[in-house]
């Protein structure tokens, strides 16, 4: 099943934050596909505060990293909120 990122949709970091997508965009020099977000409900879960935010689709995708974080049982970096 293939994952897709769209505006106004609500997604779960991995470490606790949420974050509500705001846009997808383009990198003006390399093209690279940016996701446009603000991350909500922090409270100190990762390393950036409350505000907005722009990441690469593709990390905003990716598996988390299992070595580094062993304890996390989440699956990917972000996945989206259904409810």
Not at 19 to 40: N, P, W
Request: contains cysteine; proline residues 4%.
């Amino acid at each position: 099943m293939e994952r897709e990122v769209k505006p106004y949709t609500l997604w779960q970091h991995f470490k606790g934050a949420r974050a509500m997508v705001i846009a997808l965009a383009k990198h003006s020099e390399t093209g690279e596909e940016l996701v446009v977000y603000r991350c909500m409900d922090n409270n100190g879960k990762t390393n950036h505060k409350d505000g907005i935010y722009a990441r690469p689709l593709s990390m905003f995708l990716s598996e988390v990293d299992h070595e580094k974080y062993p304890e996390v049982d989440q699956k990917y970096r972000f996945e989206e909120i259904k409810d």
